[in-house]
């Protein structure tokens, strides 16, 4: 996410962290830098030179120029900004105080609009206990209400649609079906097109005057770059929509929408999409965004991620057997399978600060954990609960039996041996639960 733009924007700011004082000349330097990676990320001419010019005022003005450690103080100045491009604070969804809340979905053919419907579904079911019913309004692409009814079968939430190609009855009805089932959120699904054109934003216009959404997000593909702000523009005066989705972010190594739409539009980026997979969606915190561009990761949203695999009961069992070393292969084979739950590997390596930097040009294979699985499901419970049983003959059967080499297991049990006394040394400096509240109340990223 944003590689090149994040390198670029590093390498600028670096250059002075190593000055003792900061001067016009140096600042000119850097801010030039900065504005030209900005420019090669496909950022907005008018939001680049605006950035640029707020970032050079505060780098002159007195507190910089007598700062202590001025390469650290300019680093803020250029964070500050970018939260500030990207939006200062979380936007939420508004939420009617009479149910049902009824959410409209608008965005151009191939951005992932129908997805993004089923993602948000998942969201609000998991994350707000709220029950939705999807509404198959997109009534002239091809087995798109067929798209929108499989996905929602993987999540358990319903779809309603009709034979006729009514969107704005298929979006009234909905509504209604909701009133009588008790159900308190309405997500309509509507048409996209290929390109922005009238009869398309005049069918989302009638559909809005039909039901008074509460709520109305407009759908962008962040790897359109410029293209994308500018659909993004012209529906929102048509429409006046409340907020932008970003799909396909893990795919766009730029970042000059999601650096331009709110400057442009005026209007707040609720979510961003990171991948195909259902759990693949995040809301949209400016200043955690602004940290990983700037390669601080976000150890935040990280630990929000494991908490929700991790209640504390499940925590203290883990901390006890880790202090009495009685952790086992179980053990870590749970823990892989929590893991695996948190998302996308690739974008939880963006998270860690550094190890985006650090992994760089290697490939992170989404299935590096299936050759340890098949190991370890390879072994007898036994040898899973006392991987010292685990000799030569044990090895060699255990390899046969998952497709293995002796090797690889020798190679597992010295990894698993070393992490034990990793866990082992960390739990003796405060409880996990401990830890994880302190990580979250960290001033970065609030």
Do not use: C, W
Not at 301 to 311: P, T
Not at 399 to 420: H, P, W, Y
């Amino acid at each position: 996410m944003f590689e090149d733009l994040s390198s670029k924007l590093e390498k600028a700011v670096q250059s002075l962290k190593g000055e003792s004082r900061i001067s016009d000349v140096n600042i000119a330097e850097t801010v030039r830098e900065i504005r030209r990676a900005l420019l090669d990320a496909d950022v907005n001419l008018e939001v680049t030179r605006k950035f640029t010019e707020k970032i050079k005022e505060k780098a002159l003005g007195e507190d910089v120029l007598k700062s202590v450690n001025p390469g650290q103080q300019f680093t803020k100045i250029v964070f500050d900004e970018l939260v500030n491009v990207l939006g200062e604070e979380r936007a939420d969804l508004n939420v009617s105080q009479k149910p049902p809340t009824v959410i409209l979905i608008a965005g151009l053919q191939g951005s992932g609009k129908t997805t993004f419907v089923a993602k948000l579904a998942r969201y609000l079911k998991k994350e707000n206990n709220r029950n939705p019913i999807l509404a198959a309004a997109d009534v002239y692409r091809p087995a798109a209400i067929d798209q929108l009814k499989t996905l929602a079968s993987q999540i358990d939430v319903p779809v309603y649609s009709i034979e006729q190609k009514d969107p704005v009855r298929v979006a009234r009805e909905a509504v209604s079906m909701a009133k009588s089932l008790a159900l308190d959120t309405v997500i309509i699904d509507t048409a996209g097109r290929m390109h922005v054109d009238e009869k398309m934003m005049n069918e989302v216009s009638d559909i809005k005057k039909a039901v008074t959404p509460d709520e109305i997000l407009f759908v962008v593909d962040s790897m359109t770059g410029q293209d994308a702000v500018n659909t993004a523009k012209a529906f929102n005066e048509k429409i006046d929509y409340h907020g932008v989705v970003l799909t396909k972010l893990d795919g766009d190594t730029r970042g000059g929408a999601a650096l331009s739409i709110k400057t442009v539009v005026q209007k707040p980026i609720k979510f961003v999409s990171t991948g195909e997979k259902l759990d693949a969606l995040s809301p949209f915190y400016p200043d955690r965004m602004a940290q990983r561009i700037l390669g601080m990761g976000d150890v935040v949203s990280l630990v929000e991620k494991a908490q929700h695999e991790y209640d504390e009961e499940q925590a203290q069992k883990l901390q006890k057997k880790i202090r009495s070393d009685k952790f086992d292969l179980e053990d870590f084979l749970e823990q892989i399978q929590k893991i695996k739950k948190m998302g996308d590997f690739t974008d939880l390596v963006s998270m860690i600060p550094g190890a985006e930097k650090q992994l760089k040009d290697k490939d992170i294979d989404e299935d590096a954990f299936k050759p340890i699985e098949a190991i370890i499901y390879s072994m007898t419970p036994e040898e899973r609960k006392n991987p010292d049983l685990l000799n030569g003959s044990r090895r060699r059967r255990i390899a046969k039996g998952s497709g293995t080499t002796v090797r690889e297991i020798n190679d597992l049990m010295k990894q698993f041996d070393q992490m034990k006394k990793m866990m082992k040394t960390m739990s003796k400096m405060g409880k996990m639960g401990r830890a994880m509240q302190g990580l979250k109340n960290l001033p970065i990223g609030r």
